[in-house]
């Protein structure tokens, strides 16, 4: 089977790329160090890209996540996260090929640890909710595909564009002072957990929009706290600060929580809890001499 990671650099797709490289052949995409380098916006490239390539299968794990930047412009916001998955929906229909559409859990607000299910009312509180929001819309237009909703953790590796985790451990290793939020809850997953259950999803040829996440809901304040207990770090060693997300600047979707029980029915197996996340953090950090 041909697979085609768009974002293959980023941090979901070097865990899909490591997971189907185990099986399958994978064509990575990016704007560089990858086996295309292309601009995805440009609708050309990508056109001349899936003619060349016959996909069986393409995930995109392309967007502008930077809430600030897609604030500020909203046009390039809407081109990457909005346009190119309206773009792959047609093309997966021209070509025969199963589209997934990585999307987002940035749709919900309450300050509050509850579990939304994909039927939920969305509220799109800035341009990068909106512009996610589009691509979501415009990739159903096709009933083939398949939308994840979901909020990964892991390392990306790459010391100029740090991971929230990355950032996590770098200022646990450091001593430095973490501020955390306390009134954000989300439901995390590890990219490498995600994988093989987003694969259990396309073999089952899930469509429509899925919640693929941790099982649970957790705050980043708890999260954080739940990791250096684990990793037998006392908080009182690390200065943990807390602050409100709703006082951030532009306003955040903040109660993010998902509910995995569509997910979890239709592959047949629960999905990783918050802990079963922490456990796969400690194991990663314990491979890298961490």
């Known amino acids: 089977m041909k697979v085609v990671i768009l974002g293959s650099t980023g941090l979901l797709g070097q865990a899909l790329v490591r997971f189907y490289k185990k099986n399958c052949v994978v064509i990575c995409v990016a704007r560089k160090n990858s086996d295309y380098n292309i601009d995805v916006t440009d609708d050309a490239l990508l056109i001349r890209l899936i003619e060349e390539v016959r996909p069986d299968l393409l995930i995109n794990c392309t967007a502008i996540v930077d809430i600030d930047f897609c604030e500020k412009n909203p046009n390039k916001a809407y081109m990457l996260n909005g346009r190119v998955p309206a773009i792959l929906s047609n093309l997966s229909l021209d070509f025969g090929f199963k ?3 990585i999307s987002t859990d940035h749709y919900y607000t309450g300050n509050s640890p509850v579990l939304h299910k994909e039927t939920d009312t969305v509220f799109l509180v800035n341009e990068y909710a909106r512009s996610k929001y589009i691509g979501e819309c415009c990739s159903l237009t096709n009933k083939n ?6 909020n990964i953790v892991g390392m990306r590796n790459n010391l100029l564009k740090p991971t929230f985790l990355e950032w ?32 259990c999803l396309i073999v089952k040829d899930s469509c429509g929009i899925y919640n693929l996440s941790g099982r649970d809901v957790v705050s ?12 037998n770090l006392s908080n009182n060693l690390i200065e943990v600060t807390r602050s409100s997300v709703l006082n951030n600047g532009i306003a955040r979707a903040n109660s993010l929580g998902l509910d995995t029980s569509k997910s979890e029915h239709k592959i047949g197996k629960f999905l990783p809890s918050v802990d079963d996340c922490i456990e796969k953090i400690v194991l990663e950090l314990n491979k890298k001499g961490g």
């Open 99 to 101: 589209f997934v559409q």
């Open 145 to 150: 595909v398949l939308v994840i909703r979901t």
């Open 168 to 199: 996590v451990i770098d200022s646990i290793y450091n001593s430095a002072t973490i501020n955390v939020f306390y009134d954000m809850f989300t439901s995390p997953i590890h990219v490498d957990h995600f994988s093989e259950f987003l694969d």
């Open 220 to 231: 980043k304040e708890d999260f954080i706290i739940r990791l250096l207990k684990r990793m």
